[in-house]
């Protein structure tokens, strides 16, 4: 028995998402004077629009006029990329400091919400658990 629905696994890999992408902008922004350092991203979007494109993700129909697909998204990872395109400084560093604080300020907006989703779950489980009290 699965105490847990699916939203809570997909609600913890977004969460491990988001985590991996602040700890790439944060080594950025502590990168910015590294002579000859190539900003990274984190490209966990692009991934998943790639694993919905392939119909490897799971689908739970509670109606019958509902698109079936089926698969798994375990292997839909988020994928760090170098960006080796771009050199904004003469010694080769690429980093641009308004577009790594614009990232990382979006990050933590959909950090809060997916922990405040969470919240809700498992407040809403509690209230089950204690019989609407």
């Known amino acids: 028995m699965n105490l847990f629905p699916q939203s809570f696994q997909s609600l913890e890999r ?3 998402a988001t985590a991996l992408k602040q700890k790439v902008h944060a080594a950025n922004i502590a990168n910015v004077d590294t002579p ?11 991934v998943l629009n790639e694993a919905a494109a392939n119909q490897i993700m799971n689908s739970y129909k509670t109606n019958d006029k509902h698109i079936e697909f089926g698969g798994s998204t375990s292997s839909a990872k988020p994928r760090i990329s170098t960006n080796h395109t771009t050199a904004f400084t003469q010694n080769g560093n690429n980093v641009d400091m308004d577009h790594e604080m614009a990232e990382l300020a979006k990050n933590q907006l959909q950090y809060n919400a997916l922990t405040e989703r969470i919240s809700g779950k498992f407040s809403t489980l509690s209230t089950v658990i204690n019989g609407g009290r």
Request: aromatic letters at 14%; charged letters at 20%; hydrophobic letters at 35%.
């Open 36 to 46: 000859n350092y190539k900003s990274k991203q984190v490209n966990f979007e692009a």
């Open 14 to 16: 977004a969460l491990s």
